[in-house]
């Protein structure tokens, strides 16, 4: 047979293989930078609703601007203070896992009526693991730091207070949960959350000026902060928080 012959079959088998790949070959899955659901808003309390006071928002580039290049209420705030007033702590407003996780470290006990001249009210000048003198509250040393190798502990001036380790697919490491009200804590460490798992209530515990909640993402590892709101001053992904300035709405 001639040459000619057999480039003729060559190119049919050719053609028969890249028709059978395309028919039985799955789609290449699309490669997003996030793929999670929304971070769920943290506070049975709305934008446009009496109990929701003031919104205090990160500063955690430490540029003195929030995410609308306004001015923040404290220069370098790692995380936002969602502020309520006393009528509506005093009725109880619920506190929300904002993803689903593993609760990592519980604090309560504290006075949950700051400022005051109450011990708990108080911040001691040292820090120390296991520490839990005044308004702060110190984790065990252990394999906590921010690059992953070490043994590290943590402080936190927010009194009663929940942080909650995240899988990765939520697009967040860990959120934390400030001030809360004594006695008022549902979860214990170890504890497997849902998204919007009722965890705790709005309190005034720690370094506190009034009834808040100091809400906190930690990104991509220990004490890592990150400002979730998306606007002109901060490049955050809205799929993440979708909230717009005041807050979410019921």
Known sequence: MSKFFWVVVALLVLMLGVHYVRKHAKPAAAMLPYSGSALAWPLDCYKGEACLNHIGYPDVKKSGNDFKCDPVDIRGHEGSDLSI???????????????????????????????????????????????????????????????????????????????????????????????????????????????????????????????????EIWKSTFYDPYDPWPGQCNAADKRLWPYPDGGATR
Request: charged residues 20%.
């Open 85 to 215: 007033t006393q009528s509506a702590m005093e009725h109880g407003v619920n506190v929300f896992a904002a993803a689903e996780g593993t609760v990592q470290w519980v604090f309560d006990g504290k006075y949950d009526q700051c400022p005051s001249d109450h011990p708990d009210c108080r911040m001691p000048g040292g820090m120390a693991p296991d520490m839990n003198e005044g308004g702060r509250v110190c984790t065990p040393l252990g394999q906590y730091c921010r690059e992953g190798q070490g043994q590290c502990f943590w402080c936190f001036d927010g009194g009663n207070v929940v942080v909650i380790l995240h899988d990765s697919s939520t697009g967040v490491f860990a959120t934390r949960y400030d001030h809360l009200k004594r006695g008022s804590i549902r979860v214990k460490p170890g504890e497997h959350v849902r998204q919007g798992q009722v965890i705790a209530q709005v309190g005034s515990a720690g370094h506190s000026t009034g009834p808040h909640l100091h809400f």
